[in-house]
């Protein structure tokens, strides 16, 4: 049974950073793309394939990134530990949403969701 688990996420300033976790089990990440998606507030009855794309890192570490991530935010993944990450700086409070991870693209196994909230 895949299952994803995040951590990180939480409430600070404009201007900070926060890191998102997102641990991987029941398969090897290693040779899927994976991706971060975030649904902002006002939209929580939006289907998971609708979310907004944040990130989708490739198996080679190379990534793409939302307009609204570029410069600002930065995806990685190591595969030792079956980990995705998300580092996000100079936050602003229009980042504020629920941050999701997924395995493959907008394949079925979603993580459960981490909340970050941006205050002005």
């Known amino acids: 049974q895949v299952q994803l688990m995040q951590s990180g996420g939480g409430s600070v300033p404009a201007g900070g950073s926060l890191r998102l976790s997102c641990v991987v089990s029941?398969?090897?990440?290693?040779?899927?793309?994976m991706g971060w998606y975030r649904q902002v507030p006002g939209k929580e009855r939006e289907r998971p394939e609708d979310?907004?794309?944040?990130?989708?890192?490739?198996?080679?570490?190379?990534?793409t990134y939302g307009n609204s991530a570029k410069g600002r935010f930065t995806a990685s993944r190591d595969h030792a530990k079956n980990t995705l990450y998300l580092q996000m700086n100079n936050l602003e409070p229009a980042d504020t949403a629920i941050y999701y991870c997924?395995?493959?693209?907008?394949?079925?196994?979603w993580g459960q969701g981490s909340q970050v909230t941006v205050s002005s």
């Open positions: 029941g398969t090897t990440i290693a040779n899927d793309v």
């Open positions: 997924n395995l493959g693209l907008l394949g079925p196994n």
């Open positions: 979310r907004e794309m944040v990130a989708l890192i490739y198996s080679g570490g190379s990534a």
